[in-house]
């Protein structure tokens, strides 16, 4: 599991977060979304080699910390 271009998962989109501020149901939706990706990574058959190439940052930072072997970039962070 690696990131497109610099960044391994830079964080959620601004949009996005002033829908779930405004929208109890998008926030959920949302939330929900982000526990089936950690479910299926728990429940995953194999293991997850994480690639970390650059930031990793919030659900980003959960999905690096669930792979069960990670290797991080010197110039890499994890927020």
């Known amino acids: 599991l690696t990131g497109a271009g ?6 959620g989109n601004i949009p ?3 829908r ?6 998008h ?3 949302s939330l929900r979304k982000a526990k089936r990706l950690v479910d299926e990574m728990v429940n995953f058959h ?3 080699v994480g690639a970390v190439n650059g930031p990793a940052v919030g659900l980003g930072c959960t999905a ?3 792979c069960d072997i990670v290797y991080i970039a010197d110039t890499a962070y994890i927020a």
């Open 20 to 25: 779930d501020y405004n929208s109890l149901d």
């Open 16 to 18: 996005g977060f002033i």
């Open 64 to 66: 690096a910390v669930l």
């Open 6 to 11: 610099k960044a391994f998962s830079a964080g």
């Open 27 to 29: 926030r959920r939706r």
């Open 46 to 48: 194999l293991p997850i």
